[in-house]
């Protein structure tokens, strides 16, 4: 038993709380006429989601709130509820109790809640479906709609037949399937036309970005240039600066030095003024000596002449007393002697004269043979008073002579003082004109290095500021380099960072000059591209491709999906339709047997049908559900299929359904209901006075089919038939009450038979 109760709440003239509890598998309600029978199973149409107010008995939401009865105050709210007991799982949720709710308020607003949670009514629809209790209510059989079935047409028909059989869901699927297909369809237009749309856009973007490429090829090779340039150039500055460093600082020194040397040489030359004194110390020396000597000449003379004298007197001595011993007495005229004194006297005066040894030498000489030739002369004649005058004479002359010794000694003795004196001045003038030579030729030298070194340092100077001059390059080139190619221009610094590798120090400059002009010439290059937002065109066209991509994947997706549900609606269409034909031919076998059944024999089927072209709308759909109007709105289609009703009644030409009685076509009516409901049995059927129309033996024969369905679907019948109320388990009495509303109790079949009247 799938139904446990149901409760109503200010629905039509339920105004207060009611609660009906379906514990048995027939149930009936049984009570006077208008007391609100039917408006119970208008409650179950309401709750299981009807949305024809007609088919309610209504005009407008509005009429199924309790209105207000005697005493009782209307009500703003109509709700009902069902519960239904699902630990058979006929409802695909995970609950033993499913309880569904509708309300609807006087503004005309409905609430659906499935458990108590606010749900849509496709919801509801859709749940219920799945446990074959359709929207069609096929199960639900309102007062006086016994032979609804034969008075639908032929698609309603096939509705309630699809429902019945459980192929609702399907078609739900189908037209679900169908929904997404076209919007799936409406979707792929709109990327495609998206994709054309952008399309423009991305070529003009891909054009831009193979600019910005090309930039970035220029600056990648900018890059790499100006990393070997700027290390090249930084090396090279760094090691001329030190290179001058280290040369400049060696010169500064030796120019200090070289002062400092010109200085001292200088000092020297200002001395060598003083010289003159020494010079004249020098002459006023060489004087002296010079007198000296002419002294000691002198007493050389004197000597010689002494040493003459003594030995001519000495000779003269001699030859007296050798003449004495043999011309001891030898006498010599006085005359001849004067005479031979007086030539010697001249001799000697013009000797003297002369002034020279030579001459003196000479006369010396002279003097001795002129007293040889005298003595020879006069040998035989000696005088020797002469003799002794002589010897006096020597003795004389020799202390003369030792005088002149004693004298030449001293003068000697002064001499060699002067000289030496002489020679050490002479020897210290030298050294000082050596020295001031020498100082002399430093000063030239000294003022050839220093004006090397100057020129040097110089050098070093011009050097110095060309390297300043390319730091400053350097420093522009850098920042210059630093706006195109941004901060990896850095890199340069880093030795581990380049890929460089060791830099070789004999590059020629001409080969760096030749690297600063090829980036020069890329800068221009790179100028000439203007100036495009890399990032901005970059990001956007990897942006508007990405979103080509993701639409051409979207679009396969579309594809994807509308190939899968287009095979999808065709499978559903097959399952439907053979689903549908096996149904069809198994109701056909259950009619005929509950129709003959009925009937005592007869013939009746179900066929299926293509209708003429005819076209019906739908003016129920007024409670404007838009989920409702969107999955279940019914309007036949040209060429559309129905079920057409055939029926032969046993013993009568009757063939068409226009001709039956009011009663047959209850009981054909009730034949294909039960048939339908065999085949397919829903979890409860519902009969407002199905039976009302029938006579006492056909009341016996639907009372005995009510119990049969009861096999298998719970019944809740609405009745004022004894018959059928007597197979039901429970009875519910309903009465109108003197306060106004109706009011439910459970009654005994004796009862039951006292309030239905
Ligand atoms: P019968 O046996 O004649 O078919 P019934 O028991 O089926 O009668 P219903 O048709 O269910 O009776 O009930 C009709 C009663 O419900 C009427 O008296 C009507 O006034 C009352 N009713 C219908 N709608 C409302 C409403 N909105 N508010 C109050 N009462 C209402």
Do not use: C, W
Not at 108 to 130: F, H, K, M, P, T
Not at 188 to 209: A, W, Y
């Amino acid at each position: 038993m799938y139904l446990k109760s149901i409760e109503l709440s200010g629905f039509k003239s339920f105004a207060k709380k009611s609660e009906l509890k379906f514990t048995s598998k027939v149930s009936a309600i049984v009570g006077p006429n208008g007391s609100g029978k039917s408006n119970i199973a208008e409650a179950f149409r309401f709750v299981l989601g009807e949305q024809s107010i007609k088919s309610l008995r209504g005009k407008k939401g509005e009429d199924l709130i309790f209105n207000g009865a005697g005493d009782l105050p209307r009500a703003n709210r109509a709700s009902v509820k069902v519960i239904f007991d699902n630990s058979s799982k006929f409802l695909p949720l995970d609950y033993e109790i499913v309880t569904i709710e509708r309300v609807v308020h006087r503004d005309s607003v409905n609430e659906y809640l499935i458990n108590g949670s606010q749900v849509r009514l496709r919801d509801v629809v859709e749940l219920l479906a799945s446990a074959h209790i359709g929207s069609s209510g096929h199960h639900i059989i309102s007062q006086g709609e016994a032979d609804r079935i034969l008075n639908s047409s032929i698609k309603e028909r096939k509705a309630m037949i699809e429902d019945a059989l459980g192929l609702k869901m399907y078609q739900y699927k189908k037209q679900e399937s169908e929904r997404k297909l076209e919007k799936t369809r409406e979707n792929i237009k709109q990327v495609e036309s998206l994709r054309r749309e952008i399309m423009p856009h991305i070529k003009f973007l891909k054009k831009q970005v193979e600019k910005v490429e090309k930039t970035v090829e220029m600056k990648d090779e900018l890059l790499k240039e100006a990393l070997e340039y700027l290390r090249r150039e930084d090396e090279y500055i760094n090691r001329g600066e030190s290179k001058v460093k280290s040369l400049k600082s060696p010169l500064l020194e030796k120019e200090k030095e070289l002062e400092k040397e010109l200085n001292t040489t200088k000092s020297i030359l200002e001395n060598a003024k003083n010289k003159d004194e020494k010079s004249d110390k020098l002459i006023s020396l060489e004087e002296s000596l010079h007198k000296i000597r002419d002294e000691k000449d002198n007493l050389f003379r004197d000597f010689g002449r002494l040493d003459g004298e003594i030995s001519s007197l000495v000779k003269l001595v001699k030859k007296q007393e050798e003449v004495a011993q043999s011309y001891e007495h030898k006498t010599v005229t006085l005359v001849s002697v004067e005479s031979l004194s007086i030539a010697i006297e001249t001799r000697i005066k013009e000797a003297k004269s002369k002034g020279n040894l030579e001459a003196m030498l000479e006369a010396l000489e002279e003097i001795s043979h002129r007293l040889s030739d005298f003595i020879d002369h006069n040998k035989d004649k000696v005088d020797m008073s002469l003799l002794s005058d002589a010897q006096k004479d020597i003795e004389n002359l020799k202390k003369s002579k030792k005088q002149i010794e004693k004298s030449l000694e001293e003068i000697k003795e002064r001499e060699n003082k002067l000289t030496d004196e002489y020679s050490k001045l002479k020897n210290i003038i030298e050294k000082e004109k050596d020295k001031n030579r020498d100082a002399e030729k430093a000063v030239f030298r000294i003022m050839a290095e220093s004006g090397e070194i100057r020129s040097k340092i110089h050098d070093l100077s011009l050097e110095s500021e060309n390297l300043r001059l390319l730091k400053e390059d350097f420093k522009r080139e850098l920042i210059e380099l630093g706006h195109l190619v941004g901060t990896h221009v850095l890199q340069f610094q880093s030795p581990q960072g380049s890929p460089l590798g060791n830099l070789k120090e004999d590059e020629s400059r001409a080969k760096q000059e030749e690297r600063r002009r090829k980036i020069e010439k890329i800068k221009i290059r790179l100028e000439d591209s203007g100036g495009i937002g890399e990032a901005d065109v970059m990001k956007e066209y990897t942006e508007a491709s990405e979103r080509d991509t993701f639409l051409g994947k979207e679009l396969l997706d579309l594809e994807k999906s509308a190939t899968s549900l287009t095979e999808l609606i065709a499978n559903l269409d097959m399952r439907l339709s053979t689903e549908f034909k096996t149904g069809v031919e198994k109701i056909n076998t259950q009619f005929k047997e509950y129709f003959s059944l009925m009937f005592g024999g007869g013939e009746a089927k179900l066929s299926v049908t293509v209708p003429i072209k005819r076209k019906k709308k739908d003016t129920d759909l007024d409670l404007g559900d838009e989920d409702m109007e969107e999955g279940l709105a019914l309007s036949e289609v040209e060429g559309e299929e129905g079920i057409d009703i055939e029926v032969n009644l046993p013993k009568k030409k009757v063939k068409g359904l226009m001709m039956l009685s009011g009663g047959e076509r209850a009981l054909t009516s009730i034949a294909l209901l039960f048939a339908i409901s065999q085949v397919n049995p829903p979890p409860f059927i519902i009969l407002d006075e199905t039976d009302a129309a029938l006579d006492e033996a056909n009341s016996k024969k639907y009372a005995d089919m009510v119990e049969n369905l009861s096999g298998k679907s719970q019944l809740i019948v609405i009745t004022h038939n004894r018959e059928t109320m007597s197979r039901a388990g429970i009875l519910y009495g309903v009465t109108m009450g003197l306060g106004g509303g109706s009011k439910l109790l459970s009654v005994a079949f004796e009862e039951a038979l006292a309030v239905a009247k």
